[in-house]
């Protein structure tokens, strides 16, 4: 056999070879892309969950009306006839409520006449990713720039839901018909050029409803929209400064 003919024979012998191993590594590397992008994809909308869902997880609720010890009874007597200082010692003493400043840059609370006033001072917009995820023609994942208008109505979405979480966790807690709850934020005003912490986001909360509420399966704005509520919000500039229900205390720390 001349030389040219066994080259030529081991040519049509490697060259499928060497496609079908081409094609494999083509299909490896497809594999593996797809996985990056279903793991970006995940961690992205896991975050987006999280922070818009925090209202899903609920703690349990007190039974007070079950106490027996005689200085939790009068505790409890004293909480129903809107004793204030046996409400807000309740609410310090709360191990959970210390957690709610996770929601937030911090909590504070007035507790006048019986009436329950929490105030979030919640994070700023940056808890909200500014990019998404978008599919290019190639197939590959491509992180872009997030529009502004879905990113405002996540962070609507955050603030609203944050505010869900304090009340639920308030009337869970304390014998209360019902807890105001007030969100400040970094919002720019007009006669200001820059961003200052202002109210824009104060509820009146009703106890009965809020246990009523399937937590893990409502929408945290509609359902925070069906109280009585104080909220301005345009879909350029996202939340704007509002008149809570309840005024705020110039020196309260939050």
Avoid at 41 to 64: A, F, P, R, V
Avoid at 139 to 152: D, F, I, Q, T
Avoid at 179 to 204: F, G, K, M, Q, R
Wanted: charged letters at 25%; proline letters at 5%.
């Amino acid at each position: 056999m001349a030389y040219g003919d066994t080259m030529g024979s081991l040519g049509r012998v490697i060259r499928p070879a060497v496609r079908e191993y081409e094609q494999k590594e083509k299909d490896r590397q497809r594999r593996a892309i797809e996985k990056a992008n279903a793991q970006d994809l995940s961690e992205l909308e896991g975050y987006i969950n999280q922070i818009t869902g925090l209202h899903h997880q609920t703690i349990d609720q007190i039974d007070w009306k079950a106490q027996t010890k005689p200085d939790i009874v009068e505790l409890y007597n004293q909480m129903r006839s809107g004793d204030d200082n046996a409400l807000m010692k309740v609410i310090k003493s709360q191990h959970s409520l210390s957690r709610i400043h996770k929601l937030g840059r911090g909590l504070g609370f007035t507790v006048e006449n019986g009436l329950v006033h929490a105030i979030l001072a919640l994070h700023n917009q940056s808890i909200v990713p500014d990019f998404h995820f978008k599919y290019m023609p190639s197939g590959k994942l491509a992180e872009v720039k997030m529009p502004r208008e879905k990113r405002l109505n996540l962070y609507r979405a955050y603030a609203s839901s944050a505010v869900l979480k304090v009340a639920s966790d308030l009337v869970r807690l304390v014998p209360i018909g019902n807890v105001v709850v007030t969100a400040i934020a970094a919002c720019d005003v007009a006669d200001s050029e820059y961003e200052e912490d202002w109210p824009v986001l104060s509820s009146n909360l009703m106890r009965k409803t809020v246990l009523q509420m399937d937590m893990p399966n409502i929408d945290p704005v509609a359902a925070v929209g069906g109280f009585q509520t104080a909220e301005r919000f345009h879909p350029i500039r996202g939340l704007r400064r509002i008149v809570p229900l309840l005024s705020i205390p110039a020196r309260m720390s939050i």
